[in-house]
């Protein structure tokens, strides 16, 4: 499973980066972002022992490298009204096993000030 992790925290007017590492290399992904939390079983799609945690409202492209990491770099409006709302999220990768893909775990972030 890729781990996922994050550099810095989400903090109004500066840059998040969200990685990913332990991912299969050299392969697409996408970073999920919803409003609200999720815990759906995707064994139904073969997919045994995966959770989707973050249904997608938002998805960003990323990739990983020939290593097995992924970056992406969210950049965070200054609006304060921003302080305090949390964003959950996932990582979803192509792994080329049977199973077709990797899922990380989820996070929530919540945005602060500085």
Known sequence: MPLYSTIGLPTIGLTLVITA???PPSQPALMHFAPTPANLNLSF???????ALA??????P??????????????IPGTGTLVGQSLYSQWVMLDGTTRGLALSQGAKLTI???
């Open 62 to 75: 990323a990739a990983t490298t020939s290593s097995g990491t992924a970056m992406l770099f969210l950049r």
């Open 112 to 114: 602060g000030k500085l």
């Open 21 to 23: 590492s332990q991912a």
């Open 45 to 51: 799609l073969g997919l045994t022992g995966c959770t």
């Open 55 to 60: 249904l997608p409202v938002l998805a960003a």
